[in-house]
């Protein structure tokens, strides 16, 4: 059973592309995250929604769009994709009710812009 | 901001061979949480410290909680290939759910 799942694995597309990606969470956690990791392996938090109301959002171009429709899931929609926008972006959640809780993350989209 | 500075940031040592990864902030986190990544997945979570002082063994890993929660460490014995992997420290907030992580340590175990 899939804990946090992320969709697509891989997405390869071309600059100034519109594009989704997916995150479903199978947990009963509250709260979910998304993360942007760098070539350097670096995680920067993104955004973080709790309850589908948005608690984190970090510096990030207005070209990314969370969207929350229910706890269990988390997506991401990112406008006119640039050059820099390749990463991988990994999707996590947690149990925000109970302190110290760990993170559960998915495997991660490879975003690819050429 | 809280930042968390971990070193080394790359390691590269034989089987059998002892290593420790550094995690040192200015900032004091109510918990530290240490996770491992392999190459085509996520993190996972190794261990969580929350107490100034918490020592916690995991086979043969050893995690520590500095006395004032400032600062972590993660000591392997005797490495074996099977640990090769980026390992991220991560300071949990005081209040709220939000990690800072560390850069990363990535380590290659070689046989």
């Known amino acids: 059973d899939t804990a946090v799942s992320q969709t697509p694995k891989y997405l390869v597309t071309q600059m100034g592309n519109d594009k989704s990606i997916k995150c479903e969470q199978n947990?009963?956690?509250?709260?979910m995250y998304w993360y942007k990791q760098d070539s350097k392996k670096f995680l920067k938090i993104m955004f973080s929604?709790?309850?589908?109301?948005?608690?984190i959002n970090e510096t990030v171009p207005n070209r990314f769009s969370p969207k929350s429709p229910d706890k269990a899931h988390l997506n991401l929609h990112i406008n006119s994709l640039e050059l820099g926008d390749s990463a991988v972006y990994f999707c996590?959640?947690?149990?925000?009710?109970?302190?110290?809780?760990?993170?559960?993350f998915g495997d991660g989209t490879r975003l690819s812009i050429l | 901001t809280q930042l968390l500075e971990q070193s080394p940031q790359f390691l590269s040592i034989q089987e059998g061979e002892n290593l420790t990864v550094y995690c040192n902030s200015s900032?004091?986190?109510?918990?530290l949480q240490w996770y491992r990544q392999e190459p085509g997945e996520g993190p996972v979570l190794l261990v969580t410290?929350?107490?100034?002082?918490e020592v916690k063994k995991l086979k043969r890993l050893t995690f520590q909680f500095g006395d004032a929660r400032k600062d972590s460490s993660l000591h392997i014995t005797a490495a074996q290939p099977g640990d090769t992997g980026l390992y991220l420290c991560?300071?949990?907030?005081?209040?709220?759910?939000?990690?800072?992580f560390g850069e990363g340590t990535q380590l290659t175990v070689n046989p």
């Open positions: 996590a959640s947690s149990s925000r009710s109970r302190g110290n809780q760990p993170q559960h």
């Open positions: 947990l009963g956690h509250d709260t």
């Open positions: 929604y709790n309850n589908k109301e948005l608690i």
């Open positions: 900032s004091v986190f109510s918990s």
């Open positions: 410290v929350v107490t100034g002082g």
């Open positions: 991560a300071g949990g907030e005081t209040s709220g759910s939000r990690l800072t």
